[in-house]
């Protein structure tokens, strides 16, 4: 069913255990399935005859966070062989129907929320902001349609630089959400080249989302869709807006920790420009597991399906904040943001570095 | 088990744990029915299914557990306990079907006690939580197995596991404050407050090494160390294993090192060669010396004058500090042994008296009879009073008939146990009993095996808690 490589993956990973610790559903489940070793041994024995029925709905409750792929010493890549299931499942017509019904989801709306209206001071800050020029600022459905809000400040930020730029009002699909629940199956690629031919207007692609940069970045290459623009996380942006003196937060006392996400620290290992803007901010405490090692906090794909694992998972990440001293958890991922807040303990906030970065100039 | 009958009581268990911790589901099935021991992962290898729970269940607390065990009681199903499954001996395989009681629910830390140096945690954590947990505070478990970030603190406990530097700091039932206990009756029991006592036989050791099959540890006070000011390495090569063994004891009757590796002929002549470019016969020791840096500059002198005294070649720290740091990405797919060989880790542990004896014993044994296997040794744990050695064969091209290649298996370590207990040694250092050695045990303990069957016996009458494992 997959490929000689994704073969391999699983026929080594099946039977070793060292990367147990590290995955941050099995950490909040408990349940054996909900590691590297165990869903790469079912699925092992798919590619030995067992129907693959047995195995899909464990190969949906990974995150794809890259922790697994990450620690292996040896370099073997759960992921990958994650992701080509993935693929080959929704080419046999064998993804789950709540996969399905959140595909089509994507294929009425252009994200797995199912919505097409945009909240209504977001619609307004975008049309202030809509002129065309050449740096092209994208948001994603994510921080659009989960956390208007943020995507408003994230917006007023950048207008305080003075640096111009556009939002589109109506985004392209980027196939990013597409890509996560079905790998790279036609209808993903189809999205990535529409969004490309969008994408390609601008000299300059800020992204807002660290999984949508990923899948731009990283994916796109390898698909062979080119991208003419110079492209950029928001994170990076925002350092280097800092750097060139156009924000200049004052610094104080406070102590904030942060929340790598998965898809900045590990697969665009950029975790450096989130540190030096807290740090420009107030007194930047790491959290054990940070940087590369970030233990991830949740997805909002997931969480369409799996709610409570994801609010659990979020929920036991605070536990490795009292050590921090600090009482100020900074997300740069609106899943992320929007699950530990919805988990803070008593006496902690969070904050995304916009609001961050705002409540400092 | 009948379809209704389990049905039913399926329906008992989610009443007891809740319907999400409850699961007959194919891959829970399935990934609850491979561990870490060779022949069960041979059998998946080969295609075929390994024996399986009816149920998987997984308990957050006592409480539950303590319903879980009424349950199976009453219905006198099997139960066998699952931590990481990381073990080497099928412990925790379900070779009778019944329950699979997956202990990694209970992974909560209670309590990180910094006056009296413990970390309180349900026994379902995987041990680098617990290092996680003591490294925030500054402190460190110095319980470093390869198995580390695979395997729970019940599972390290059930079977009496060890890490490297255990000759300074201890095994694990050296490490065990007070536990909870779950009976196979479903009462819940705790073990004295304090390990070190006068109040009668020490319960915690009953229990540690029990393997599940006496009841369930749902909890454990486990000891933590101040991390140490200096850690220092060095490297030496002695002209023979019976020098190296003599110094080796030498120093343990002086003071305690942290790490003490001693590689025998055939493992030297591979690693010697990385080490300092060139081929050298001989036995290498890798030791590490910390604490406080006073202490640790006296202990280093006084190993360097013993060692001298059996012209003992230095080789600096270089190789143990490259050791230290990847101590355990050799148990990494692709540099560990694997399917489709064969091999296996026969440790015994033994006084020095016998020690070496059984070392050429075992080793003559296995290479007589079995022409095909190479066996090779190290000795990584030490005490004042003997050592253990860590011995493994491989076979590179075993049999490809998974019946012919579990008898081969067997014979193999029927024949190296029984050379190390016919000649002063034990079944097994750290690894365990399980269903491997079982049959061992009697061979062994004699007579005494009649003081576990009685705990047995009077602990789990109905004979539900992980059976056939352990020789019970």
Known sequence: MVSKKSRNIMDNCRFCWMCRHICPVGHYTGLERNTARARMLALSMVERGEDISMAIDNVYECMCCGACTKECVTGFDPVYAIMEVRKEAALAGKTPGYIGMLVDKVGKSGNVYGKKSVDKDLTKTIKSVSRKTDTLFLLGPDVIYKAPSLAVKAIELLKKSGTGFTVLEKEPNTGAALYFLLGEVGETREAAEKAATVLNNYEKIIIYEPFEAKVIIQQYRAWGIRLTAKICTFTAFLSELMKNKLLKPAKTKEKYTYQDASALARDLEETKPAENIIDSCGVYKPMLLHGKDTFSAGNLIMNEYMPDVMKGIASKRWENVPYTEADTMITSSTAEYLLLKQTAPKGKKVMALEELVLKSI | MDQFLQDEILTELEDAVGRSNCSSREI???????????????????????????????PKDAKETSKVLQIADYYRIPVTTWGGGGGTQGGALPVCNGIVLDTKRMNKIYDINTDSLYIECGTGAVYKD??????????ATMHYPSSLTCSTVGGFLAHRGIGVSSTKYGKIDDMALQMEVVLANGDIIYTSPTPKHAAGPDLNQIFIGSEGTLGVITKAQMRIYRQPEVRRFRGFLFHNMTDAICAGRELLQSFKPSVMRLYDEAETSSLIKKIVGVSKPGAFMNLAIEGDKKLADVECEIMLDIFARYHAEDLGSEYGEKWWKEKIAFFYPGNMMDIPQMFGTMDTIATYSNVEKIYWAMKKAIETNYPMAKFIAHFSHWYEWGCMMYDRFIVDNPPQDPHEALRLHNEIWTTGVRTAIANGGTINDHHGVGIKLGRMMKEEYGSAMQVFQG??????PNGIMNPFKLGL
Do not use: C, Q
């Open chain 2, 28 to 58: 829970d099935k399935l990934t609850h029915s491979v561990d870490y021991f060779w022949l069960s992962r041979m059998w998946a290898d080969r295609g075929l299914k390994m024996p399986e729970a009816d149920i998987v269940v997984s």
């Open chain 2, 130 to 139: 617990l290092e996680w947990a003591a490294n925030e505070r500054g402190y």
């Open chain 2, 455 to 460: 705990l047995k016996k009077e602990l789990d």
